[in-house]
């Protein structure tokens, strides 16, 4: 029964962040009109849009990976805002952005193959990443954890997959 009241308020809160990126038509928004205008665009185009991820779209140019997200597909991602990235330190964030396979090996730590809605992720104790290690999900008290991180915003949509917005940005061990 919790699981369930947890995928009802995910997809209440889905409902919301889906609304506010705007309308596919000049009319008035809707719940289908926004998922239909978020679904045209790929994860990066989303993320941009979003004006609350310029670190991460940064990084995965700096590390060759927008690319690879823009492509057909379906990805899974746990996009950590700029607030996330705040919380690092300056001299960690400075460091990882020189060394490209360590950057590279963060960022895929944030992504999964496949299409993973808020409804599949709450199902699983982990998930596995496209750098070879598993993320841990945890939901406690109706919310949604996954490595540690607060999923703030799940189910952002996009062509090619899907986004779930973090709070924290994920080291792998």
Known sequence: MRRIRTILALSAASAVALAAAGPASAGPPTDRAATTAAAEKNIVETAVAAQ????????????????TLQNQGAFTVLAPTDAAFAKVP???????????????AV???????????????????SIKTLNGQRVRIRVRDGKVYAGGARVTTPDVLASNGVIHVINKVLIPR
């Open 107 to 125: 960022l895929l730590y944030h992504v999964a193959k496949g299409k993973l809605t808020a409804a599949k992720v709450v199902r699983r104790s």
């Open 52 to 67: 609350k991820f310029t670190t991460l779209t940064a990084l995965l140019n700096q590390a060759g990976l927008a690319t």
């Open 90 to 104: 300056k001299a960690a964030l400075d460091a990882l952005a020189k060394d490209k396979a360590k950057l590279r």
